[in-house]
T-cell receptor, first 109, second 117 residues
Framework: RKEVEQDPGPFNVPEGATVAFNCTYSNSASQSFFWYRQDCRKEPKLLMS???SGNEDGRFTAQLNRASQYISLLIRDSKLSDSATYLCVVYTGGFKTIFGAGTRLFVKA | GAVVSQHPSRVICKSGTSVKIECRSL??????MFWYRQFPKQSLMLMAT?????????EQGVEKDKFLINHASLTLSTLTVTSAHPEDSSFYICSASETGALDEKLFFGSGTQLSVL
């Protein structure tokens, strides 16, 4: 089993749609969780951190469920510019960062 | 925000040559730097973690004699791919952490596309 698993995708959605991505992690001792966005062959950029209490940034909402070892990202009112690969990132002990394989999102007009 | 500069952005080399990639933190001191490799349509894979002034810690399966990492200062880490082969062709990205704390976000370089002929 991979340490971090994401929905395989790709997700093809129309503009204005709501889309949700899921991510599960295997190490129960994992401490910090993030969603990154990566455009084709470019560096990942931090989208948002994920907290147990949930956090929202505009159209984006992230949620963490430690009991189920599950992270989610919800995008509302999708824009064309949201088309990218979304990476679930888990920090475990010893400076170790684990990236999910990413979920590709295509938003179409 | 913090900036990490990585270069070259693209390099094409002949098989058997060595290639050096630089990663610099421009406006902060990076205690810890990370090197990743990404093959097409795959996720970033951590190769090694380097702390300033000490030997890098390599992930399982990564040959330390082939991928030489030097983190000689708090603003510079280099990755040298020695005796490169076509299978080393990949997208290499560095990231930097100011303190190495678990909850600290990473700042990424822009990546280097290596093509070995």
């Amino acid at each position: 089993r991979k340490e971090v698993e994401q929905d395989p995708g790709p997700f093809n959605v129309p503009e204005g749609a709501t889309v949700a991505f899921n991510c599960t992690y295997s190490n129960s001792a994992s401490q910090s969780f993030f969603w990154y966005r990566q455009d084709c062959r470019k560096e990942p950029k931090l989208l948002m951190s994920v907290y147990s209490s949930g956090n929202e940034d505009g159209r984006f909402t992230a949620q963490l469920n430690r009991a189920s070892q599950y992270i989610s990202l919800l995008i509302r009112d999708s824009k064309l510019s949201d088309s990218a690969t979304y990476l679930c990132v888990v920090y475990t002990g010893g400076f170790k960062t684990i990236f999910g394989a990413g979920t590709r999102l295509f938003v179409k007009a | 925000g913090a900036v990490v500069s990585q270069h070259p952005s693209r390099v094409i080399c002949k098989s058997g040559t060595s290639v050096k990639i630089e990663c610099r933190s421009l406006d902060f001191q990076a205690t810890t730097m990370f090197w990743y490799r990404q093959f097409p349509k795959q996720s970033l894979m951590l190769m090694a973690t380097s702390n300033e002034g000490s030997k890098a810690t390599y992930e399982q399966g990564v040959e330390k004699d082939k991928f030489l990492i030097n983190h000689a200062s708090l603003t510079l880490s280099t990755l040298t791919v020695t005796s490169a082969h076509p299978e080393d062709s990949s997208f290499y990205i560095c990231s930097a952490s100011e303190t190495g704390a678990l909850d600290e976000k990473l700042f990424f370089g822009s990546g280097t596309q290596l093509s070995v002929l």
